[in-house]
């Protein structure tokens, strides 16, 4: 059974940096992560794309809000994805969530096969 685990999050001040982990179990990363992302859910909103990746990491793709300030990459090695979020934002403030699917692309419209339990992140203004 393929399981997402987040970890990283926590509590951050505008301006400040955290980096988000999420590690792939129960299957191999190649055949149920060949495209890794991350969305996030404010309180009171729909959950929303926020990046994915491709296997080579040869494709990134970004919500806007988030260009520019975040970067995702990936470990293949170790099945592991990340999420470095820079320069935060109050408006960054949700549960974020990793994800698994077949197309880094389509995981934008929310293509998603897998999801993880999600890992809170707060930023103080």
């Known amino acids: 059974q393929v399981q997402l685990a987040e970890s990283g999050g926590g509590w951050a001040q505008a301006g400040g940096s955290l980096r988000l982990s999420c590690v792939l179990s129960g299957g191999g990363f190649s055949r149920y992560g060949s495209a890794m992302g991350w969305f996030r859910q404010a309180p009171g909103k729909e959950r929303e794309f926020v990046a994915s990746i491709s296997f080579t990491s040869a494709y990134e793709y970004y919500a806007d809000s988030v260009k520019d300030r975040f970067t995702i990459s990936r470990d293949n090695a170790a099945s592991t994805l990340y999420l470095r979020m820079d320069r935060l934002k109050s408006e960054d403030t949700a549960v974020y969530y990793c994800?698994?699917?077949?197309?880094?692309?389509?995981?934008?419209?929310?293509?998603?096969?897998?999801w993880g339990q999600g890992t809170q992140v707060t930023v103080s203004s």
């Open positions: 994800a698994a699917g077949q197309d880094a692309q389509a995981m934008r419209r929310g293509a998603v096969s897998f």
